[in-house]
């Protein structure tokens, strides 16, 4: 039997081990808001993977996700691959050699394009993703419109921030081949992180019809999550665990930290812990589920502890997020020293990023105006953000907090309304809104918002959510 995940006014249920959902059978749903890609799904991902960067940047609770691990690539299937990085290398040596034997052979390149891009995923360095794509641009030149080749370099351009491209190329592809279902995948990442949630949902809810499992609920999950049906995120990350291949431990633990993330976005840190220790069960040293336990012990003031797991997260991979939340750990407990370490760390992987021509304006835009640093940087930062991400709440978002900490808050006011458009159930989202409307004078905004901000998710910040209760009594006794 068919189902829909978007129906109109949906009721979430499970019955006799398949996803039902009740509605109208159209694709208009409750609002919602937006991160993990489905990206991610989550960061960037093998074939047609949700992306990284639909997180909004929330540097003190849970780091964003990055895409699940799909199909399609050599999977993570164990710590060895964390731990013993030179098999990835040898992997990388090895077909870089059978292609100098055999320049003609195009299965060669697409390999060893997955292999840096495993290598990205690994070492988060992201010069690897433009190896993979100068590999696959390559193997074009050998064989003109190799389909695997093509899937690839829309996977890569994902992982780059080129939205526009990745979906030209994924509606090309499946003009060529309508029933692979990763087509829609990389459609639908693609058009969320452009602002386009109706047609995203058109393409996850095709990508459904052909392929229910893992890689297609993990990205419906998101897509409700956006759109303010937290229940329904939930119901539908479960059966994303429930569907995933045990074998493929990095993707199940993805799911169970985005889960993680889920909770722990509705202020429900126990349930919240709890699947971050089930991700790192599953897949040891996870650096997401290690920075959402950081999350978890900040929102509790246990900062030492905190202080822990984000080290251990930075010390598999230096995220920027995680890299940012250790920073404000270190201010929360009065350490400025320490704190400004990590700053200029987060500052110097900006620029690094930059360099490699990977676009993290907004992530830099909310650590600039987040920090009171850079004002003016990060307002430009947040605009230049609108040729990539147009219409995205997100890159609203960010723009309405550079307005604001600018002072132009009738500025703020028109991007902050865009970005709450969809219903997102978003502590950080209310926060700005409710600062925004206090600096304009709109008491009774003000206290809606900080109060619902405060509501979602009383931990949404480890230095803002105190900001939020104060500012809210402050108006209160007015």
Known sequence: MRFRIFPKKPLLFVLGGFLALTGLATLTWPGKGEPPSASSPVSS?????????EAPGNTSGPAPSSSPPQEGTPPLRSIEALRNKSRVDAQIQFYQERISQN?????????????YIRKARESGDIAYYLLAETTLQKALEVKKEDYDVLKYLAAVYLSKHQFKEALALAKKLRELRPEDY??????????VELGEYDQAEEAIQTMVQLKPGL???????????????????IGLMEMAVRTANPRESE??????????????????????????????RVFPKYHYALAGKGGVEAAKKNYPEALHWYKQAIAVIPLPEFVTALGDVYQKMGDLQEAKK????MEYIGLLSKINQVVYNRDLALFYADHDIKLKEALELALKELEFRKDNIYTSDAIAWAYYKNGQFQE?????????????????????????????????????YL??????????HVIYADVAEKTLAEIKMQ
Not at 182 to 191: C, E, H, I, P, R
Not at 251 to 268: D, I, M, P, R
């Open 451 to 460: 109060g619902r901000a405060l509501s979602t998710n009383p931990y949404f």
């Open 45 to 53: 991902q093998i074939v047609a993977s949700p992306v990284a960067s």
């Open 412 to 448: 703020a006011r028109k991007a902050i309304a865009q970005s709450l458009r969809l219903g997102t159930q978003d502590a950080r989202l209310f926060f700005h809104a409710g600062m925004i409307y206090y600096k304009l004078g709109e008491r009774d905004k003000a206290v809606a």
């Open 215 to 233: 890689v297609s609920y993990s990205r419906a999950s998101y897509l409700r999550e956006l759109r303010g049906d937290v229940e329904g995120a």
């Open 182 to 191: 990763l087509n829609y995948g990389t459609m639908g990442d693609a058009l």
């Open 103 to 115: 320049p003609e052979e195009v299965r060669n390149y697409h390999l060893l394009a997955t292999y």
């Open 342 to 345: 990590q700053y200029d760390l």
């Open 251 to 280: 993707a199940v633990s993805w799911c169970l930290t985005q889960l993680g993330h889920l909770y722990f976005n509705k202020g429900e840190l126990s349930k919240a812990d709890e699947h971050y220790a089930r991700a790192l």
